[in-house]
């Protein structure tokens, strides 16, 4: 079976500063991969160059069989490939649902020669936010922004999903909503990347942990096994985990 997506040797650098080194890895469909590590260890980096908003300087990337190494990101998400970013900044001035309808219409519903306002309602449905479609996204709370940023990606009707520190900022009793979210995409055959600092939401969702340092793999494997090693330990963390 050919995997929806595959990273091989795939290399980024800026001047002296590398953020992604000789990296490779593979996704089947279906599957959700969780991505941790400290700030500036290549993780948003990483989703950059899968989602196309970078380009490596050696390496391939592969969608499905299809190489998209130097594909631009607006035909990434065309092809299925869609994102959250860490920091929401939706149209303020717009409602929710307008928001939504943007981001249908620009990839999803091309893709599949649907009608964008359904996609839209589909996605505001799937990410908890249809009560407030009518609403202004400028008034929007912290976690509803977050929800809302899911929502766009829902739109573009992704065969991937990459989610950018999706929990970070919420509180505690924000985050189980939030991973009640997107258990529910996995449940629906979603495939997942989401890179993340709140390391016990990720433990509730992913089938597999990658632990990257410096642009470089560290480990790989059964989630609570990696975040078990000294090694990721003593490099990400810094202190002793008890899961």
């Known amino acids: 079976m050919t995997a929806l997506l595959e990273l091989d040797d795939v290399s980024k650098s800026f001047g002296r500063v590398v953020v992604a080194d000789h990296?490779?890895?593979?996704?089947?469909?279906?599957?959700?991969?969780?991505?941790?590590?400290?700030?500036?260890?290549?993780?948003?980096?990483?989703?950059?160059?899968?989602?196309?908003n970078l380009a490596p300087d050696t390496g391939r990337i592969v969608l499905d069989g299809e190489d998209v190494t130097r594909l631009a990101a607006h035909r990434r998400a065309r092809l299925g490939v869609g994102?959250?970013?860490?920091?929401?900044?939706p149209f303020?001035?717009?409602t929710v649902f307008e928001n939504v309808l943007l981001a249908a219409g620009f990839a999803g519903a091309q893709r599949h020669g649907g009608d964008p306002a359904?996609?839209?309602?589909?996605?505001?449905?799937?990410?908890?936010?249809?009560a407030t479609a009518n609403v202004a996204a400028g008034t929007l709370t912290l976690l509803d922004r977050k929800r809302l940023e899911l929502a766009r990606a829902l739109a573009t009707r992704p065969r991937l999903l990459l989610l950018d520190e999706i929990a970070g900022g919420l509180t505690?009793?924000?985050?189980?909503?939030?991973?009640?979210?997107?258990?529910?995409?996995?449940a629906a055959g979603v495939t997942i990347i989401w890179i993340e600092h709140v390391v016990h939401a990720l433990l509730a969702v992913v089938d597999r942990l990658v632990a990257i340092d410096f642009g470089r793999k560290l480990a790989e494997g059964v989630p609570h096994d990696v975040m078990?090693?000294?090694q990721v330990q003593s490099v990400y963390l810094g202190v002793d985990l008890t899961l």
């Open 23 to 52: 990296l490779s890895l593979s996704l089947d469909a279906g599957e959700a991969l969780g991505v941790v590590g400290p700030n500036g260890a290549g993780k948003t980096s990483m989703l950059n160059l899968v989602s196309g």
């Open 83 to 89: 994102r959250t970013y860490q920091i929401p900044r």
């Open 92 to 94: 303020g001035g717009l």
């Open 118 to 130: 359904s996609a839209s309602v589909a996605a505001l449905e799937a990410s908890g936010m249809l």
């Open 172 to 186: 505690e009793h924000e985050v189980p909503l939030l991973v009640a979210t997107i258990l529910r995409l996995r």
């Open 228 to 230: 078990a090693s000294p």
